[in-house]
């Protein structure tokens, strides 16, 4: 069986993320789940709207290609027919219709059929039932994510979502009863969750795919439908829509809402944040008029879906929607009475669940955070704040490695203790010839004046090199030529010093290593030992958070690796 029927309409391929988070800073209902650091979508809480297709940096985010399944159907089945959403004049804007539908024919598919032609019959069931209803607010049905949004995120207004299938689903059904049961459909427009859809009707739609896909088709077989010569049969049937080819824009299916008793109130909205917004605390008992609400999940309407082939204007956009519609105003359907298009929605609750004060607070605790001050809701994680985050976290949706502050003091605490372990003197110097850090071993190696200062001030950050050492002059030099030095013997009264000097950031950031030439062999060698089981201990977690380091990262890493090249080298010279 072909691997992508097992696919959900969207999926991460884990080999190409990063970590980056930048799929759960984007997603209107954070519904990635984070495991060992790689992002996956959660199928019960997604609504499919494609926004992290379209900002995943690396490509990792992949809509289920239908392609394959739709060319096996064709080899099969002698009567497959293509609904084509009504966007297909803003997106193919260089070809006529005529030679679009020449093009897919030549696909395979015996006929093409106008979407729109099921819109029609939804806008005219949304009025005779807006017609009957109570005055209050209703929502339309016809955009799939704003559903699955309601359902999951706002279940309190599923009553509000007028009871009809989307023009898709009532398309299909319109095809199925003129052609008959065993047509098989495909349908294909610029939204990812008409994909969904397909999945949850299987009876009316066999497989959705894109215009993306569709293009692509074409190009894998070599048609270039402008240099197609349409014949007469290459028209969509079996009739022409007219004023629902107006629903790709925002307000497009307004002019399709009309009634005769009694004046309908009908606004539109577009974009999810919006649509939010605008539901969010929305009292749909409006006891003096009907409201209609069209709501449509992409800015600007189906004109900007997420699988979108052009990036032109929406202004040219919908100019072309509208050209489209005014070369046929009429509607040949016939009229429709018979079909059923009516349906209902389900809640699938998604919303977050409700957890006591104190689980929060150890989820807090847990990343470092004990104090509302510690909060510092950088969002780094990908949350809004850090409360959101610690509840991701008791879901099973956020690892703690995806606090960027926590995992930054852990490097850096980490960085430290190799610091301190290093059997070696070790320090850091900026462009400035000031110590940025180091540790008590060097301290100690300078003399019984600089480990006193070191006991008051770690780290002596901020000290002039010069006002402690024999050797800023070295310093300076590769600072200034950025030309390393290895081994370098330094003398000062009475002490020998063997001092190596390397970059981090060159010209910028150096880093020395210092060591007593007076130490016995025997101590070289426990120190040769003490550094590899200092390394296998902890260059594992140096390497995990390298990421976060900064220039604790190089520095550890580097200054590791600078120390057992030493040791390994003066090991072997005194053997």
């Known amino acids: 069986m072909n691997r992508t029927m097992d696919l959900k309409p969207i999926y991460t391929e884990p080999e190409n993320c990063q970590d980056c988070y930048k799929c759960v800073r984007e997603c209107p209902v954070k519904a990635i789940r984070i495991e060992n650091n790689k992002a996956y979508i959660i199928e019960e809480r997604c609504i499919y709207c494609g926004h992290c297709t379209q900002v995943c940096p690396t490509g990792a985010k992949k809509i289920r290609d239908g392609v394959s399944r739709v060319r096996l159907m064709l080899q ?36 093409v059929s106008e979407t729109a032609i099921g819109a029609e019959l ?33 279940v309190e207004h599923i009553p509000a979502i007028t009871p009809m299938l989307s023009p898709m689903l009532t398309h299909a059904r319109i095809l199925k009863d003129y052609y008959g049961n065993d047509l098989k459909i495909v349908f294909a427009g610029p939204c990812i969750c008409k994909k969904l859809e397909a999945d949850h009707f299987k009876d009316l739609i066999e497989v959705a ?17 402008q240099q197609l010569t349409p014949t007469a049969e290459d028209c969509f049937t079996p009739w022409q829509a007219g004023i629902g080819s107006l629903y790709p824009i ?75 519609r005014a070369l046929h105003p009429e509607s040949t359907v016939p009229p429709l009475d018979h079909i059923d298009v009516t349906t209902t929605f389900q809640a699938h609750d998604c919303s977050t669940k409700q957890h006591s004060e104190e689980e929060i607070k150890q989820a807090l605790s847990a990343v470092g955070k004990n104090s509302p001050e510690d909060e510092l809701n950088c969002s780094g994680c990908g949350y809004d704040s850090c409360r959101d985050f610690a509840i991701a976290m008791l879901e099973g949706r956020a690892e703690e490695n995806m606090c960027v502050s926590y995992m930054r003091r852990i490097a ?22 000031k110590i940025s850090d180091m540790n008590s071993c060097c301290a100690n190696l300078l003399g019984e004046d600089v480990a006193l ?27 200034s030529t950025g ?18 000097i390397y970059n981090i950031q060159p010209h910028r950031l150096v880093f020395g290593i210092l060591q007593d030439l007076r130490e016995p062999y025997v101590h070289k060698e426990w120190m040769h030992e003490k550094t590899q089981e200092v390394i296998r201990k902890y260059m594992t977690t140096v390497q995990e ?25 003066r090991i072997k010279q005194e053997e």
């Open 122 to 154: 939804v806008s005219a069931r949304v009025s005779q039932y807006l017609q009957q209803a109570q005055p209050g607010v209703y929502i339309s049905s016809a955009c799939p994510v704003v559903v699955e949004y309601i359902r999951k995120y706002s």
């Open 545 to 569: 958070v390298a990421c976060l380091l900064g220039e604790n990262a190089a520095f550890t890493d580097a200054t590791l690796r600078a120390i057992m090249g030493n040791d390994d080298r």
């Open 453 to 479: 200062i070191y006991e008051a001030s770690p780290g002596l950050q901020g000290m002039e090199l010069a006002q402690i050492s024999p050797f800023s002059d070295l310093f300076k030099t590769v600072l």
């Open 483 to 500: 030309k390393e030095i290895t081994e370098r013997q330094i003398r000062d009264g009475d002490r020998i010093w063997l001092l190596s």
């Open 209 to 225: 795919i894109t215009f993306k896909d569709l293009k692509n088709w074409f190009e894998k077989e070599k048609i270039i439908p």
């Open 412 to 433: 850096h605490d980490k960085a430290t203790v190799l610091l301190q372990k290093i059997p070696s003197g070790v320090l850091l110097v900026d462009n400035e010839l």
């Open 250 to 324: 925002e307000g497009g299916m307004l002019p399709g809402i009309h009634g005769e008793e009694k004046k309908i109130i009908k606004m539109a909205f577009s974009d999810l944040n919006n649509i939010k917004d605008v539901i969010k605390n929305l009292n749909t008992r409006h006891e003096k008029d009907t409201l209609f609400l069209e709501l449509l999940a992409c800015r600007g309407g189906c004109i900007n879906g997420p699988a979108k082939l052009s990036q032109t204007s929406l202004a040219v956009k919908r100019y072309n929607i509208q050209r489209q």
């Open 76 to 111: 099969n089945h002698p009567r497959v027919i293509l609904s084509l959403a009504p966007s297909w004049a803003c997106e193919f804007e260089d070809l006529s219709i005529h030679q679009l539908i020449a093009a897919i024919r030549k696909l395979g598919f015996f006929a």
